[in-house]
T-cell receptor, first 113, second 114 residues
Framework: NAGVMQNPRHLVRRRGQEARLRCSPMKGHSHVYWYRQLPEEGLKFMVYLQKENIIDESGMPKERFSAEFPKEGPSILRIQQVVRGDSAAYFC???????????FGPGTRLTVL | AQSVSQHNHHVILSEAASLELGCNYS??????LFWYVQYPGQHLQLLLK??????LVKGIKGFEAEFIKSKFSFNLRKPSVQWSDTAEYFC????????????FGAGTRLFVKA
């Protein structure tokens, strides 16, 4: 049973470009969470999605960031017009519905030049 | 709003020393509690979790944690650490607040000297 998969593992973008981060949840998991980890900081919740629905996006910056989890395919975290401050590790986790354990992917390390 | 505090950001221990990492949370309702570990260069792995029942929870690799409801605490312990326990440890909480987003503490970096 494959775990949570994220790609790419490393992504380099220049300021102003777009970054697309993908997350495939564990088989059978319908809930996806995105977190950001800045250097020397813990994980910050960004958004919680289930298929075709955003449940909680209270941790998402108001501008430039968006997330989706379509009926088919992976969840996508999209960052438009990236800035240097967006450089971080972005982790995705998935779970079954409810208060279950979240299983984490290996993360995508975004570097903005 | 929920929050999680981890008191120690960096801990250095010698092998065989005992470990206790503090974690306090703020939320008045029923919570689920977790400790995750992140080894260097790896992603987060679940160490142990508490949903209900016995407040003393045993996890993998000899770790345990005790939920003390009156103190809003969920401290992580290990009687004798090994060099291979060098990692970052995250305490996390989730609750039914219309969803089950998980709030993480800032993490504690543990370095175990051989």
């Amino acid at each position: 049973n494959a775990g949570v998969m994220q790609n790419p593992r490393h992504l380099v973008r220049r300021r102003g470009q777009e970054a697309r981060l993908r997350c495939s949840p564990m088989k059978g998991h319908s809930h996806v969470y995105w977190y950001r980890q800045l250097p020397e900081e813990g994980l910050k919740f960004m958004v919680y999605l289930q298929k075709e629905n955003i449940i909680d996006e209270s941790g998402m910056p108001k501008e430039r960031f968006s997330a989706e989890f379509p009926k088919e395919g992976p969840s996508i975290l999209r960052i438009q017009q990236v800035v240097r401050g967006d450089s971080a590790a972005y982790f995705c986790a998935s779970s079954l519905p409810g208060p279950g354990t979240q299983y984490f992917g290996p993360g995508t390390r975004l570097t903005v030049l | 709003a929920q929050s999680v505090s981890q008191h120690n950001h960096h801990v250095i221990l010698s092998e065989a020393a005992s470990l206790e990492l503090g974690c306090n949370y703020s939320y008045g309702g029923t919570v689920n509690l977790f400790w995750y570990v992140q080894y260097p260069g790896q992603h987060l792995q679940l160490l142990l979790k508490y949903f209900s029942g016995d407040p003393l929870v045993k996890g993998i690799k000899g770790f345990e944690a005790e939920f003390i409801k009156s103190k809003f605490s969920f401290n992580l312990r290990k009687p004798s650490v090994q060099w291979s326990d060098t990692a970052e440890y995250f305490c996390a909480v989730n609750a039914d607040t219309g969803g089950f987003k998980t709030i993480f503490g800032a993490g504690t970096r543990l370095f175990v000297k051989a």
